[in-house]
């Protein structure tokens, strides 16, 4: 590791003598840099030409910086263990570095991923880490909807009994904001149609319902059923007595979270790092996403036409829109806010999804239910609603011939050849080669970042 505050944070080492330096650049929740020396000295680096390919990474959701850490390390080093393998590595022909992009999502604890630990925690410091996540939450949220609404917000956030019908309409007209809020001049590949009618607080108590007990919800779903009560549950007197007011908190968190995603790679990853990558011919530029870092990468990549294209693009289960690259997805004629995502990278782009993703088949389409978050076909089944996720059910909308689904190659078996109108390849991990939404960092995956970045070179 190195003692310097500007440069590589560690590096990967290869059985042929070479190495990657790993570069960690950190960015505030509006895009700022917080690592300009290194962001500095890694584009000085990579203009002096020392790499022959850059590999850029976004985490997801709910990543303190030691997960987001550990999920570099695994995910490369298996990647670099696979070019060993097969002698890929000679420094003679491949220079690599790797940058991780460290943003801050690790305050919002999403439904389908953990809660934070509020009762039954086993010791102070516990406590301490569980108080001050949820404290960071409900500031974060209370900052998106009326100062006039926040001292009551608290008030039934703090709550430790479930909500009256009264008070469940309270919570719902309070979070209507962050519905309603389509994040426009933060996110410009977004799209919008204001004709479409604005969610409502009946739509929020609408949404709570169908998580309910019975309605097609389980007992784990965190902040919603208290996890006691018998199957097919209904309480006819008040149909919220299940809801703990914590979880519609959460939910609307997953929307502040993905804007945030989309404000952190429009506003700064993309022009200050992806797109200054892009303006040099001596590398080839490798994005990889996860979940919302997905976002981040596709709204780096988008938020103006690059100098040169990317060599290549994995996203491993997005958390976007399946109809993200779509062409004329609505009546109107509407095209995915990505679509041109497909245009900025030279090889077909690799896009994960799995039947075994829980968060994206099950909870994704409830909470994301803006009209900006439509497009952001049936290929795994049919998709439960227009925001279903493409992490969850592969892509869909887009023209005969740019896209076509495989099931996920086993190491060794190459990725099929693409032709010249195929430009994204939704990857079927649902045999069990992604058995749930963070299985991202294993050999499988690993083999098909190879493919994109060395597929010529493999037999």
């Known amino acids: 590791m190195s003692n310097s505050s500007a440069g590589p944070y560690e590096s990967f080492s290869f059985l042929s003598g070479g190495s990657a330096p790993l570069y960690l650049v950190t960015f505030d929740k509006s895009g700022v840099c917080q690592s300009p020396l290194t962001l500095a000295r890694l584009l000085d680096e990579v203009k002096k030409g020392l790499y022959t390919d850059i590999h850029v990474f976004s985490h997801g959701w709910n990543n303190v910086f030691k997960d987001a850490l550990q999920r570099y390390r695994e995910f490369f080093s298996n990647y670099f263990r696979l070019r060993d393998q097969r002698n890929l590595n000679d420094p003679k022909l491949y220079r690599p570095v790797v940058v991780g992009v460290i943003w801050p999502s690790s305050w919002f604890v999403m439904p389908w991923e953990s809660t934070p630990k509020i009762a039954a925690v086993s010791s102070a410091p516990e406590r301490d880490e569980a108080e001050s996540a949820n404290r960071e939450l409900l500031t974060e949220v209370s900052a998106e909807i009326q100062s006039s609404d926040r001292q009551r917000f608290f008030a039934l956030a703090e709550r430790t009994d479930a909500l009256s019908p009264n ?14 809020h ?169 896009s994960t999804f799995s039947n075994r993703d829980i968060p994206l088949t099950k909870l994704f389409h409830l909470a994301v239910i803006r009209d900006s978050d439509w497009g952001e076909m049936k290929i795994a089944g049919v998709p439960p609603s227009k925001f279903a996720a493409l992490g969850g059910f592969g892509p869909g909308g887009l ?36 058995k749930g939404h963070g299985d991202v960092a294993t050999d499988f995956t690993a083999w098909a970042h190879l493919n994109l970045v060395s597929g010529e070179q493999l037999s």
């Not at 008070?167 to 309603?180: D, M």
């Open 399 to 434: 023209e005969d011939g740019e896209s076509t689904t495989v099931t996920m190659p086993a190491v060794a078996q190459k990725y099929p050849a693409a032709d010249g109108t195929l430009k994204v390849i939704g990857v079927d991990g649902s045999d069990g080669k992604i």
């Open 167 to 180: 008070e469940a309409r309270e919570l719902a007209a309070i979070l209507l904001p962050i519905y309603q």
């Open 182 to 350: 389509s994040a426009l001049s933060a996110e410009g590949a977004e799209i919008v149609d204001p004709s479409v009618p604005e969610v409502t607080a009946d739509h929020l108590l609408a949404l709570w319902t169908k998580m309910a007990p019975g309605n097609g919800s389980t007992a784990q779903e965190p902040g919603f059923a208290k996890g006691n009560e018998p199957a097919g549950f209904q309480a006819a007197a008040n149909p919220f007595s299940w809801l703990d007011p914590r979880g519609p908190i959460r939910i609307a968190s997953v929307l502040v979270m993905k804007d945030r995603a989309g404000t952190v790679g429009y506003n700064g990853v993309g022009p200050l790092l992806v797109q200054k990558l892009l303006e040099q011919n001596s590398s080839r530029v490798h994005l990889v996403g996860h979940s919302f870092g997905c976002k981040v990468m596709l709204s780096s990549l988008c938020c103006q036409r690059p100098a040169n294209p990317a060599a290549s693009l994995l996203l491993l289960q997005p958390a976007v829109s399946y109809l993200c690259f779509g062409e004329a997805i609505d009546q109107k004629g509407r095209r995915g806010g990505y679509r041109s995502a497909m245009e900025y990278v030279r090889k077909p782009i690799l």
